[in-house]
């Protein structure tokens, strides 16, 4: 398993937490919290888009 591919499983991973605090927001009623959760998942997506896009351009995937 190459380096581009544990980096992309992390994000994955981040990914899944974000979301994950979404419902553990929503669940304790907080309304910052839902908020917060939706822009990590936002910063989280943009993030692994743009690494897999360097990624690709370096050949590395």
Same mark, same amino acid.
């Given at each position: 398993?190459?380096?581009?591919?544990? !980096?992309?499983?992390? +994000?994955?991973?981040? *990914? %899944?937490?974000?979301?994950?605090?979404?419902?553990?927001? %929503?669940?304790?009623?907080?309304?910052?919290? %839902?908020? *917060? *959760?939706?822009?990590? #998942?936002? !910063? #989280?997506?943009?993030?692994? +888009?743009?690494?897999?896009?360097?990624?690709?351009?370096? *050949?590395?995937?």
């Amino acid at each position: 398993m190459n380096k581009a591919k544990i !980096v992309m499983a992390i +994000f994955a991973l981040a *990914g %899944i937490l974000a979301m994950c605090s979404i419902g553990y927001a %929503i669940a304790a009623s907080s309304i910052l919290g %839902i908020i *917060g *959760g939706i822009i990590a #998942v936002c !910063v #989280v997506f943009g993030l692994a +888009f743009k690494t897999k896009r360097q990624f690709r351009d370096k *050949g590395l995937l």
